[in-house]
């Protein structure tokens, strides 16, 4: 198979499967634990459903399917020579309360779509479509757990426990799996690459008027809670030169976030909570929390701004007799995606004749855990009305077939470049 000799997909087989694509994701926000909205958290008893929808999928394509100890699905199509190397295609099916039906879900369908596309065509390398079982975050506070399983890195994450005191690990036992097996979800092999399809959950494609963008690289981000202290007193009797108001200091410092992301390009900075102690009308606040998300493409840039407003917030609280305690929660080191892989996708594009913008994603996806052990890319997928994480979420169904045409390409660009002689 050559991408000179091979003809694309036909636009019958495009719009065919573009609908299927539509029609699957819609089938399988349906399968929730949560009546009236899609919710499907790590391991749920629907999980079983949406696994059974796609293994029909994947047997129809020929392919070899089963659960890893993690709960990620792994559908599989061997190439030409056992011990061959595996491209990923791959995304997560776990979803956040309330969600809408493309978040993670969109790249798994897409995947057997694509493979669909190619059927009776030999790929020089075998495809294995995962299903991830978590990357939200949401049961357990921490995200990846499916990824993490494939890397094998997913070993310090099986204590941990959610809400119900239940662990990761007996949460696996419950759902049907074996936890001791869970070393074995580990890739093996060589592994060609990672590729994954996912909405944009941003406006940036539809601010352009394009359908499909190719992700540069994932951005690094730093989390903190910031707790101010101060001195809770009289409104109407405590003179203004003579407050310690922790609130004040805590919305100096939120400003001073926006100020700075504004004034340096791709930093986004966002203080999303605030809370005022004790929260009474007529009493000056003796205590505020807030938190700091930030983020970036570039550590460095990152890393300079954080180090700024770590020291405005010291500074804001001295001025005002406020004390501030800093703890940090997360970091995430900024993930640059494949080079070799994002010429191919340039190159896809230009064949197929669509607009290709790089952009930067904003959000964590499984990709940034896939990335340090092997080749990997992104496809952004339009969201017409920049909403993820809600029921409205939305994609085209005409952008699905740009992403399927310039998927399909792309799986003959890489045929190329790994055919044997």
């Avoid at 075998?126 to 757990?145: D, N």
């Avoid at 008027?209 to 409104?235: D, M, T, W």
């Amino acid at each position: 198979m050559t991408a000179n000799s091979q003809s694309a997909v036909s636009n019958e087989t495009v719009q065919a499967l573009s609908q299927k694509i539509m029609d699957a994701c819609a089938a399988l926000a349906c399968y929730t634990e949560v009546e009236g909205e899609t919710n499907r958290p790590f391991l749920c008893p629907t999980t079983h459903q949406v696994h059974d929808y796609l293994t029909k999928w994947a047997d129809e394509l020929g392919m070899t399917t089963y659960e890893d100890a993690a709960g990620n699905l792994r559908s599989h199509l061997s190439g030409p020579t056992p011990g061959g190397p595996t491209l990923y295609l791959a995304s997560h099916l776990d979803t956040v309360p309330n969600a809408g039906a493309y978040d993670g879900i969109l790249g798994v369908v897409m995947g057997y779509a694509m493979l669909e596309a190619v059927k009776g065509q030999a790929l020089p390398y075998a495809v294995e479509v995962v299903g991830f079982s978590e990357e939200e975050g949401v049961r357990y506070g921490v995200p990846f757990i499916g990824s993490r399983a494939l890397v094998g890195t997913v070993d310090d994450m099986l204590e941990l426990r959610d809400a119900a005191g239940q662990s990761v690990r007996d949460a696996i036992t419950e759902y049907g799996l074996n936890v001791e097996e869970i070393g074995a979800a580990q890739y093996t092999g060589q592994a060609l690459g990672y590729f994954e399809i996912h909405a944009e959950q941003g406006p940036v494609l539809q601010d352009l008027g394009v359908s499909l963008g190719v992700v540069e690289g994932i951005a690094g981000q730093n989390r903190f809670i910031l707790n101010f202290v101060g001195q809770a007193s009289h409104a109407g009797t405590t003179p203004m030169n003579l407050r310690r108001d922790a609130l004040a200091a805590a919305a100096r410092f939120a400003v001073a976030a926006e100020d700075v992301a504004r004034a340096t390009p791709g930093l986004v900075a966002t203080v999303g909570v605030m809370q005022a102690l004790p929260g009474a009308m007529n009493v000056i606040p003796g205590e505020a929390n807030c938190t700091l998300d930030i983020r970036h493409a570039k550590d460095e840039v990152r890393l300079k701004a954080l180090e700024h407003l770590l020291n405005v917030a010291q500074s804001v609280s001295e001025e005002r007799g406020v004390t501030v305690t800093i703890t940090p929660k997360m970091e995430e080191q900024a993930t640059p995606m494949s080079d070799s892989f994002k010429t191919l996708l340039h190159r896809a594009a230009e064949a197929e004749g669509l607009p290709h913008p790089e952009l930067v994603s904003g959000a964590g996806h499984d990709a940034m855990i896939m990335a340090a052990h092997m080749p990997s890319a992104m496809l952004f997928v339009r969201s017409p009305n920049a909403l993820s994480h809600h029921p409205d979420e939305l994609v085209l169904v005409e952008d699905v077939a740009d992403a399927l045409r310039l998927s399909v390409r792309f799986l003959h660009l890489l045929a190329d470049e790994n055919a044997t002689a």
